[in-house]
């Protein structure tokens, strides 16, 4: 871990970068340079995609993103993507050709050649019913189950197409009943409590239970990972509130979710999970394509720019890039731009968009006082708010009112000051327990000219550094 943020890069506070971005590890960024490269560049969470690569390669770069955080001085969150049932085809040889109304079959690790059924890596017959929707290659192929006999679900094709091994399956109207560990998962996530991950990812997840199982997996496994929840399933779109309150974090997985609903709805969608995000101060990320194009281009189409400006203006706390970062040939510079367009947008932004309070009777005594240093930070015109915090909550809450005072933490939990690494608007630093703290903090900012001669500061603090739950204390600064 990061001993301390006593190196952290030096900048003005008026040039913080509210949004946050994520980047995704793949073969071309898979090595210490390219790390430092996209941490320098604007990148704040790594995310570690579990569908593919060996435990001991995880360890190598787990290793590499710390060292790099310790040597440029900059906290960033560290995610463990866990595969979950991601269903695909099974192996056979050629393309399959499909036309419309033709009756497929489908079994468990079939033997295409010898039975003509064709084979997944999933046994569906355990989850599927008649009537239910069956997608392959990605939505490309879309067919109805018919019936499901002897463990080999039968479906009718609804359009032409072709087939190819390995290639996913959705199934956006069957439910997998709580289901959605596998086995790989289980034991990546056994592997994950033992290595200095901040966060895991559940894909596939259908409602809160989902991400409250997981939870408690990791709590017995003595890990203090928090809990990303993909929304990337039907179901998910159906339970989005009761599962936004029960993540720690909620992430727009947009390809996936383009599939199992209908493209025209994940605009809707994302809209609804950032504005519960910041009903229920969970931090949210937009994900999936957004700048594809410089997979192989050096440079964005104007739909992919305005895609991150509207997360962006939304309120989202990350933007994520995927194939960009983890395939593509533009990985640097794919972070560098996001960044561009981020800081541009939060310059310049027309707009502020507001979301509907919490409901009512469910205020407690932090979002009391994150709501009066909301106000106060606004009255005195304070150019930050400092927040002392052991398990970063408080900032979170401050933060879900979208300050236009940046955040500043300080918190001796080296764990705290990583995830929130994550969170909109807020910069975060490792420093000891100490009851001056903040104030130390802030001198420290003031030396190294983050913060000025004449800046006003909103402080928040506890009487009692070490204990979670006692911010109690507000105070205003004239440095």
């Known amino acids: 871990m990061v001993d301390s943020t006593d190196k952290a890069p030096i900048v003005p506070i008026a040039h ?89 079959s489908f079994k468990y690790n079939a033997d295409y050649d010898a039975s003509g059924i064709i084979p997944t890596q999933y046994d569906l017959a355990k ?10 290659f990605d939505g490309r192929i879309r067919t109805v189950v018919t019936s499901v006999k002897d463990g080999i679900v039968y479906a009718r094709a609804e359009n032409d197409g072709v087939l190819v091994k390995r290639k996913g399956i959705n199934l956006p109207d069957t439910d997998f009943g709580g289901d959605i560990m596998t086995t790989k998962d289980k034991a990546d996530l056994t592997f994950g409590s033992t290595q200095d991950i901040d ?20 709590k017995n496994l003595g890990s203090s990972a928090k809990v990303i929840a993909k929304i990337e399933t039907k179901a998910a779109t159906e339970n989005l509130e009761a599962i936004v309150k029960e993540s720690d974090m909620v992430m727009v997985a947009r390809g996936d979710l ?52 509207t997360a962006v203006i939304l309120g989202a706390d990350c933007v994520m890039l995927s194939d960009e970062t983890a395939s593509g040939k533009y990985p640097i510079q794919s972070v560098e731009i996001m960044k561009r367009v981020i800081l541009y947008v939060q310059e310049h932004n027309p707009l502020t968009v507001n979301f509907a309070d919490g409901p009512k009777g469910d205020h407690n005594q932090q979002q009391a006082i994150s709501s ?23 900032a979170l809450q401050i933060v879900s009112h979208r300050p236009e005072a940046p955040v500043i933490v300080v918190s001796s939990n080296v764990r705290t000051v990583h995830q929130l690494a994550l969170a909109y608007g807020v910069k975060s630093y490792d420093r000891p327990v100490d009851p001056f703290a903040a104030t130390k903090l802030t001198n420290w900012l003031h030396t190294n000219k983050v913060l000025k001669k004449g800046d006003t500061i909103v402080t928040v603090s506890g009487k009692y550094p070490r204990v979670v739950g006692t911010t109690d204390t507000i105070k205003v600064r004239v440095l």
């Open 199 to 218: 966060y895991v990812a559940l894909s596939f997840i259908q409602q809160a239970s989902d991400v409250a199982k997981v939870r408690k997996m990791l």
């Open 16 to 104: 913080f970068k509210r949004t946050k971005i994520i980047v995704t590890i793949g073969p071309p960024t898979s090595n210490y340079t390219s790390i430092l490269a996209m941490m320098k560049a604007g990148a704040n969470g790594f995310r570690l995609n579990f569908s593919h690569g060996t435990h001991e390669e995880r360890i190598e770069q787990i290793g590499w993103i710390r060292k790099a955080s310790k040597a440029y001085g900059k906290p960033v969150a560290i995610i463990q993507d866990l595969q979950g049932p991601k269903i695909r085809l099974g192996d056979f040889e050629g393309i399959i050709n499909v036309r419309l109304g033709q009756s497929l």
């Open 372 to 394: 009066a240093v909301i106000n106060l930070s606004h009255t005195v015109d304070a150019k930050a708010i400092v927040v002392e915090t052991l398990s970063g909550d408080t």
């Open 258 to 309: 383009a599939i199992e609903t209908l493209p025209e709805s994940v605009p809707v969608v994302q809209r609804q999970i950032i504005g519960l995000g910041l009903r229920y101060a969970t931090p949210t990320i937009v994900a999936t394509q957004m700048l594809a194009s410089m997979t192989e281009m050096p440079e964005p189409t104007r739909a992919e720019v305005s895609d991150i400006a």
């Open 127 to 136: 989850k599927m019913k008649r009537g239910e929707r069956l997608f392959l």
